[in-house]
C-alpha cells in the first residue's frame, strides 16, 4: 500500500476551522483517500473518504489536490469532542476487491478551549 | 445499540495463560477484522474474515487462532500468553471486500489486554 506522510502533531483553538494535511506522492489511481480518527481510549471512526473530487459531509471536508498527491481534512469549527489522533489512509479499489485499513502514525490534533 | 461491540473491555492475566476476546457485530455486514495497537499506538490488522472465512491472516503467532462461528462473530483465541501480547485489540467489520462504495470499517471500543 502506497505510505501517506503527516504531522506528528497540530494544534487548534476551539471554535476555529483546522486544516490537517497529508502527502501521498506515491498515490496510484485505484487508491481512494480515507481519514479516520481515533478519539482517547476508543477505536478509530470514520470520518470521510474520497477518490478525485472534493467530499463534504456532517464531519468534515476533504480537499484533494488535482493532482492527487496532497490531501486536506478540513474541521470546519473544532470542537474539545475533535481531539483525536487523525489517520489519513490510502486503500486501493479495484476490479471488485479492496485493500486493508494500513494505518501509518497519525496526527494528534489538540484542542484548546 | 452498540453496533461491534467485544468483551472483555479489560483483561489482566498472567504469562502462559489461554484467554479469549469476543466480538459481535449487528451490523448484517459480512467482513469482519481484529486489529492490534501496541504500546507504541501502532494500529495493525492481524485477521479478517468475510462470510465465515478466513481471507487474511497476517503475520500472527499461530499462538492467535481466530474464530467465526457465523459471519456476526469473531472470537479471538490466544493462547500461552506472553508478555509482549499485552496491548489494546479491536474487533471491526464493514460490509463487504467487494464494493466500489468506500466500505467504511466500524471499530468496536477495544478489549485492553495486560499480561503480567
Known amino acids: 500500500d502506497a505510505k501517506t506522510t503527516q504531522p506528528n502533531s497540530m494544534e487548534s483553538n476551539e471554535e476555529e476551522p483546522v486544516h490537517l494535511p497529508c502527502n501521498h506522492s506515491t498515490i496510484s489511481g485505484t487508491d481512494y483517500i480515507h481519514w479516520y480518527r481515533q478519539l482517547p481510549s476508543q477505536g478509530p471512526e470514520y470520518v470521510i473518504h474520497?477518490?478525485?473530487s472534493n467530499v463534504n459531509n456532517r464531519m468534515a471536508s476533504l480537499a484533494i489536490a488535482e493532482d492527487r498527491k496532497s490531501s486536506t481534512l478540513i474541521l470546519h469549527r473544532a470542537t474539545l469532542r475533535d481531539a483525536a489522533v487523525y489517520y489519513c489512509?490510502?486503500?486501493?479499489?479495484?476490479?471488485?476487491?479492496?485493500?486493508?485499513?494500513?494505518f501509518g502514525k497519525g496526527t494528534k490534533l489538540s484542542v484548546k478551549p | 445499540d452498540t453496533a461491534v461491540s467485544q468483551t472483555p473491555k479489560y483483561l489482566v492475566t498472567q504469562m502462559g495463560n489461554d484467554k479469549s476476546i469476543k466480538c459481535e457485530q449487528n451490523?448484517?455486514?459480512?467482513?469482519m477484522y481484529w486489529y492490534k495497537q501496541d504500546s507504541k499506538k501502532f494500529l495493525k490488522i492481524m485477521f479478517s474474515y468475510n462470510n465465515k472465512e478466513l481471507i487474511i491472516n497476517e503475520t500472527v503467532p499461530n499462538r492467535f487462532s481466530p474464530k467465526s462461528p457465523d459471519k456476526a462473530h469473531l472470537n479471538l483465541h490466544i493462547n500461552s500468553l506472553e508478555l509482549g501480547d499485552s496491548a489494546v485489540y479491536f474487533c471491526a467489520s464493514s460490509l463487504d471486500r467487494g464494493t466500489f462504495s468506500g466500505n467504511t470499517i466500524y471499530f468496536g471500543e477495544g478489549s485492553w489486554l495486560t499480561v503480567v
Open positions: 451490523l448484517g455486514h459480512d467482513t
Open positions: 489512509i490510502l486503500r486501493w479499489n479495484y476490479g471488485g476487491s479492496q485493500g486493508n485499513l494500513i
Open positions: 474520497g477518490l478525485t
